[in-house]
């Protein structure tokens, strides 16, 4: 239970220090300096010892978001007129109806006849016409650079700015100058992914070639709308989710396979969690996903340590370990649905159902 406690001080420290961002780093450390501090001489305390370990757990969740980049390099250049941006395409390309969206780790830009280095993240939104651009591509992509809006109830700005990005090209003119120079096992991880789409596809009539690479590869922009619309009214959206059934099956049938070949149970789970993984990254690693692929993790590391799983403490380790990475993902919405969707069956289906 003093896991959740640490997490919740943890998050509080966070969003404190997100609603004042001008405060510096370096009082945030000393702060948590002096709390761990505390707490070890307060050590023959219970009560007051983890009263302290809270407190430095929340100086440190605002010394965290407060080392967050606010800016970049390239976003200098926002709404200073056209130029042209070389870099690699870093995620696997998003393709909409109008257009395909590419986020963009910039090595140079030229402006006004002149070249120079800089660095930062964009997106890059072109229209999809003969344009076959993937993961690992470096391009040359032309048009200008802007901030991205915001509106009444929602600001696309902030948005972005969770993953770094603070400068958005629209309606680019983008050409690939190579290829191949992303990572590898990502790179073929993606392969695979576009080759089992393109097999459900050819392999099935619609809405089920659309529903099935929903469930199985995390694609569900083929669903039509009427459809979408259907689950959503029927409660059953999350049937389309990758969630952590899916992560319990893939990570069953790998250890299955592995025990059977009488391997020793550490072996076979570190098998299993290397394919939840590698499934994590298949499907596209979003906030949900994760947080499934981890939960999932550690009911299969419990046994080998034999312990019992406790779901809030799980959740708790889940968002800590999150929001070191990456303290804005308590800002996202599909972070806090999946994570009190969880906390809310762990807690409320027994009873209930009793």
């Known amino acids: 239970m003093r896991?959740?406690?640490?997490?919740?001080?943890?998050?509080?420290?966070?969003?404190?220090?997100?609603?004042?961002?001008?405060?510096?780093?370096?009082?945030?450390?000393?702060?948590a300096?002096?709390?761990?501090?505390?707490?070890w001489m307060m050590r023959h305390d219970p009560l007051l010892r983890t009263s302290f370990i809270v407190l430095a757990a929340m100086?440190?969740?605002?010394?965290?978001?407060?080392?967050?980049?606010?800016?970049?390099?390239?976003?200098?250049?926002?709404?200073?007129?056209?130029?042209?941006?070389?870099?690699?395409?870093?995620?696997?390309?998003?393709?909409?109806?109008?257009?395909?969206?590419?986020?963009?780790?910039v090595e140079?830009?030229?402006?006004?006849?002149?070249?120079?280095?800089?660095?930062?993240?964009?997106?890059?939104?072109?229209?999809?016409?003969?344009?076959?651009v993937r993961y690992g591509d470096r391009i040359k992509a032309t048009g200008y650079l802007i901030t991205a809006g915001e509106y009444d109830t929602f600001s696309y700005a902030d948005f972005?700015?969770?993953?770094?990005?603070?400068?958005?090209?629209?309606?680019?003119?983008?050409?690939?100058?190579?290829?191949?120079?992303?990572?590898?096992?990502?790179?073929?991880?993606?392969?695979?992914?576009?080759?089992?789409?393109?097999?459900?596809a050819n392999g099935l009539p619609e809405p089920q070639a659309g529903l099935l690479s929903g469930i199985l590869l995390g694609e569900d922009r083929g669903l039509s709308p009427d459809l979408v619309d259907d689950f959503s009214a029927v409660g059953a959206s999350h049937v389309v989710a990758i969630s952590g059934f899916n992560m319990s099956i893939v990570s069953a049938t790998v250890m299955g396979i592995f025990r059977r070949a009488r391997l020793p149970d550490r072996f076979a789970a570190a098998f299993g969690i290397t394919a939840l993984v590698l499934y994590t990254v298949f499907?596209?690693?979003?906030?949900?996903?994760?947080?499934?692929?981890?939960?999932?993790?550690?009911?299969?590391?419990?046994?080998?340590?034999?312990?019992?799983?406790?779901?809030?403490?799980?959740?708790?380790?889940?968002?800590?370990?999150m929001s070191a990475l990456n303290p804005t993902i308590l800002y996202d919405i599909g972070f806090q649905l999946t994570f009190f969707a969880t906390l809310g069956l762990a807690l409320f289906v027994n009873p209930l159902s009793k």
């Not at 406690?5 to 945030?28: C, D, E, Q």
């Not at 309606?171 to 100058?177: P, Q």
């Not at 596209?284 to 692929?293: D, I, P």
Request: aromatic content about 4%; glycine content about 8%.
């Open 108 to 132: 140079t830009v030229t402006r006004i006849g002149q070249t120079v280095a800089s660095d930062g993240l964009v997106l890059v939104q072109a229209p999809r016409t003969g344009l076959d």
């Open 59 to 105: 100086m440190l969740g605002g010394w965290r978001i407060s080392i967050i980049p606010q800016s970049s390099d390239i976003a200098q250049y926002n709404n200073l007129g056209g130029l042209t941006i070389e870099g690699v395409v870093t995620e696997a390309p998003d393709l909409r109806d109008d257009r395909i969206q590419l986020r963009v780790a």
């Open 3 to 31: 896991l959740v406690y640490i997490a919740i001080g943890w998050s509080i420290g966070i969003l404190l220090a997100a609603n004042n961002p001008n405060s510096p780093p370096l009082a945030w450390l000393a702060l």
């Open 33 to 39: 300096a002096v709390a761990c501090l505390t707490a």
């Open 160 to 200: 972005l700015a969770r993953s770094g990005v603070f400068s958005v090209m629209n309606n680019a003119a983008v050409e690939i100058l190579s290829t191949g120079t992303g990572n590898p096992i990502y790179t073929g991880l993606l392969d695979l992914k576009r080759q089992a789409g393109i097999a459900i």
């Open 283 to 321: 499907v596209g690693a979003s906030a949900s996903v994760v947080r499934a692929a981890i939960m999932s993790s550690l009911l299969i590391i419990a046994p080998l340590l034999k312990r019992n799983t406790y779901v809030p403490a799980s959740l708790a380790f889940v968002a800590i370990v």
